[in-house]
């Protein structure tokens, strides 16, 4: 992380060592907590926070099943968002989620919803379509994206490709793809068509301003 982003790093075991070893953070960026301390942030996410209260907050976890449990308990209680870092993924995978964080944006898995890498063969035995969302499901799902992503959104729907995007917008086609994954895990979908048709259903609502 040093050598990628030219900042200085430090560790420790808990939140209480960390505030003990290094009591001032007035240039803290990002705070990465391990899967360990998942309760803990839990039961003290002020307290975490106040290290610095600009700094971006992401929970570490090897174990999706931990990482899921956690921001399940998170959206129960209201708690502010953090991001979610797979320390599973390849590096250059975690290196740009990461930068994400470190742009302000929070990265959610969409292993953590339950829902499917596309490319996962489909059940012998095929589900009922799931209802179509109403209006307010539609504009609360909208509610959640940043303004890169309703860019990268508006772009996907008139047919743009990721390396156009990345082109129009300045940006590698590897974020695009990292923009698109965060978007459809928060859309609750799995491939770039269903995202247009919730861009085409919100535009008919006027939800996406």
Known sequence: MEMEFRTRCVQAVSLDRLESLYPDYPDLRLLIVDEDLADDLLERADAYR??????????????????????????????????????????E???????MLFHGEYFLPQGLLGI????????????????????????EKL?????????ILELVSSGNSNKQIARQLGITEHTVKLHMHNMFGKFGVSNRTAAANMYFAAQSQNALR
């Open 143 to 151: 509610s959640r994206l940043t303004g890169r992503e309703k860019e």
């Open 93 to 99: 995978v975690l290196l740009s989620s990461m930068r």
């Open 50 to 91: 106040a290290l610095n209260r600009t700094a971006m907050i992401a929970l570490g976890y090897r174990d999706v099943e931990i990482a899921r449990h956690h921001y399940g308990r998170t959206r129960e209680a209201g708690g502010a968002p953090i991001g979610y870092l797979s320390m599973n993924a390849p590096m």
């Open 116 to 139: 499917a890498p596309p490319g996962t063969p489909a059940p012998d035995t095929a589900a009922p379509p799931a209802p179509a969302a109403t209006g307010a499901e539609t504009c």
